[in-house]
């Protein structure tokens, strides 16, 4: 009965002490990705407006806090969090030196409809579209919408899932502490 005790304590606290490092350890936001079927090794690149491709990691060097979402036009919580988002973007720019990225994952075909909406929402943020949709493989994003606060060195240190004021309440206070 004791080595039982014994061994099953043990397992609970190898358990928690994976649980805690898992929860605790910061990831490094993704820059590169596999290609779907090749298996290659390769860079997430991202379109902006105008169609121009370029390398997602261009538009985060490191030295600055980054907040991402990853959005859909057809997701009514990511607009609604984007209308949020637009309402504090520029206090929080001001007071944390935050730059936010809002990162569409709608097809190829959808571009156009993309930044149609952005204009028409009048969102003044930068927003990319990942159309092949490997930054959303990389992070392991299944629902939208989905926010990361990215630190200065690169790191993820904040994911709130899906959209809430309390969760956007949180996200500042996150940010203030770091």
Known sequence: M???LTNNLTISLVILLFCTCHITAQ???PFSSVHGSTKEPLDIHVRDENGQKSYL????PQG???LVSVWATWCRSCRSELRA???VYCDWADDYDVEFLAISVDTPTDHPKIFALAKKM???FKIL???YGYLVGELGVSLLPRMFLVDRKGHIVYEPKGYSTTALKKLEKKMSSL
């Open 64 to 66: 600055k806090l980054y």
């Open 129 to 131: 579209h990942d159309e």
């Open 2 to 4: 004791h080595c039982y």
């Open 57 to 60: 990691e261009t538009h985060m």
């Open 27 to 29: 990831s490094a936001f």
């Open 122 to 124: 009048k969102w003044d």
């Open 85 to 87: 988002v637009q309402k």
